[in-house]
């Protein structure tokens, strides 16, 4: 026999069991999932559960690479109740490895979100997932990020999503995950990749639109957050529109989000003091005497914005404009002449365009601002040399980073209220499963 590593099962044998199957001569087991698998003569073995699956790929990870026939076989599909699987045949011995996500949970929609979300705004369904075709690869989810663009995105008020979520449909997220299997030469089982998964366990997509994540590189919910969107849109900002010199003053707003404190501790390494607003004491506290901020304005205290007035001195070269609206006017007003604005979020706007109004275009012509606006995808080919540039500093703890996290794909919906409301501190994500399955 080539492989004894991997479970032999006899196709006439194989019989439903629940979530899997079994072969005739194997005894159950239950998995920690708690469904039947079967046990075979040697561990991590006859894989017939997702998690078992992966012990498999563990066990061996030239698994599937050892497989020289694969093939689908549609009498079999029946037999185990019309669930996907593949059939692996490398020495004319079959082996079976039954590919169902049964318990694929995903977050949709109950209804069409008006304002600020609720937690009762997104309820958990159970879904399959359809079996990778060539050029794909199925990929077990660890960490899901939110942010705040996927509020607009909801809506259908987003560049790149015009079209708005109605019940059932399933928001955009990018995801950090496992490839469970393969149909694509350039990726393996075992690879950890970021793609954009959605608001559930397990996706199925096009192998081109991941990208390969090395967490010796950086811990793996980094590539989400510091080191991540936020972080790359923190240096595109910073460093690539605002052209940030030694000795200049940097103001930011949501100074303790990813973006905002990311951007200021990039800012302070290139030499700039820094100030930032943030919405409460604690959050402030946390940029002046953990991030080393100058300053930090509570914009929701009585003083504000007078304070800003105060702390502003000659006025800030650079304003990073994270909420729009009003705070964008008080920041415009604390601008020092030919000073630069980059505009990047809205938050102030997310939840209810109505909020919007127009500037108050007076402001930069007396300022001779120069105004940019960002996309950070437009700076998806500067992702290595930010990277370059800052997973240094995190390591030598010159850049620091914080994560909102909460644990279990039914509590995205919460996580994501929270994040809408301003009461996130820190990367809001969501651990869905154990980074080594
Ligand atoms: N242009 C781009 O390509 C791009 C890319 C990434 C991110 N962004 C934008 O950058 C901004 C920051 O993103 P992030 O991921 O770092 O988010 P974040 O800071 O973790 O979360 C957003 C923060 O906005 C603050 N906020 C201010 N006004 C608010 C209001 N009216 N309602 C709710 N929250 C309010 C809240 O903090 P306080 O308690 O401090 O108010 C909240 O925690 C967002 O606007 C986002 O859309 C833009």
Request: charged share 20%; glycine share 14%; aromatic share 6%.
């Given at each position: 026999m080539a492989d004894r590593r991997i479970g032999i099962v006899e196709l006439h044998e194989v019989q439903a069991t629940g979530g899997g199957a079994r072969g005739r001569d194997q005894r159950l087991i239950r998995n920690p999932r708690g469904r039947d698998v079967p046990e075979s003569a040697e561990p991590g073995i006859g894989a017939m559960a997702p998690l078992n699956y992966l012990e498999a790929e563990r066990f061996d990870p030239e698994f599937q690479r050892a497989a020289q026939v694969r093939h689908s076989n549609r009498d079999m599909r029946d037999r185990v109740g019309h669930k996907p699987y593949t059939i692996w045949e490398p020495t004319g011995q079959i082996q079976v490895h039954i590919m169902t996500i049964a318990a694929n949970k995903k977050v949709v929609l109950t209804h069409a979100i008006e304002g600020v979300p609720k937690p009762q705004d997104f309820r958990v369904i159970e879904s399959t997932v359809d079996e990778p075709q060539d050029g794909q690869i199925l990929v077990r989810h660890i960490y899901l990020s939110l942010d705040p663009y996927q509020r607009p995105a909801i809506a259908g008020r987003h560049s790149a999503d015009r079209t708005p979520l109605g019940e059932g449909g399933m928001p955009t997220g990018e995801t950090i995950g496992q490839i469970v299997t393969?149909?694509?030469?350039?990726f393996s089982a075992g690879d950890y990749v970021r793609h954009f998964g959605g608001w559930q366990e397990f996706s199925v997509v096009d192998a081109a639109s991941a990208?390969?994540?090395?967490?010796?590189?950086?811990?793996?919910?980094?590539?989400?957050?510091?080191?991540?969107?936020?972080?790359?849109?923190a240096y595109a900002s910073i460093v690539k529109l605002a052209k940030v010199k030694a000795g200049?003053?940097?103001?930011?707003?949501?100074?303790?989000?990813?973006?905002?404190?990311?951007?200021?501790?990039?800012?302070?390494?290139?030499g700039a003091r820094v100030s930032g607003i943030a919405g409460s004491d604690e959050k402030c506290r946390y940029v002046t005497d953990e991030l080393g901020f100058d300053y930090c304005l509570n914009y929701k205290s009585d003083d504000?914005?007078?304070?800003?007035?105060?702390?502003?001195?000659?006025?800030?070269?650079?304003?990073?404009?994270?909420?729009?609206?009003?705070?964008?006017?008080?920041?415009?007003?604390?601008?020092?002449?030919?000073?630069?604005?980059v505009l990047c979020g809205l938050m102030s706007q997310y939840n209810n365009p109505d909020e919007a109004k127009g500037l108050y275009i007076g402001l930069p012509i007396m300022k001779r601002a120069v105004m940019k606006g960002l996309v950070v995808f437009d700076y998806e080919d500067r992702r290595e040399e930010f990277f370059d540039l800052v997973a240094p500093w995190i390591r030598?703890?010159?850049?620091?980073?914080?994560?909102?996290?909460?644990?279990?794909?039914?509590?995205?919906?919460?996580?994501?209220?929270?994040?809408?409301?301003?009461?996130n501190f820190g990367k809001a994500l969501v651990v869905i499963g154990p980074e080594s399955a």
């Open positions: 393969s149909r694509h030469p350039d990208g390969t994540v090395d967490p010796a590189r950086a811990p793996l919910s980094t590539h989400l957050g510091v080191l991540g969107m936020p972080g790359l849109t200049q003053t940097v103001l930011v707003s949501a100074a303790a989000g990813p973006v905002g404190a990311t951007l200021g501790q990039i800012a302070m390494q290139m504000y914005p007078a304070s800003l007035t105060e702390i502003a001195g000659q006025g800030f070269d650079i304003y990073h404009d994270n909420v729009g609206g009003r705070m964008l006017e008080e920041a415009l007003g604390v601008l020092k002449p030919y000073g630069t604005v030598d703890g010159k850049v620091r980073y914080k994560e909102d996290r909460v644990a279990g794909i039914e509590n995205t919906g919460a996580h994501f209220s929270r994040l809408m409301s301003g009461r």
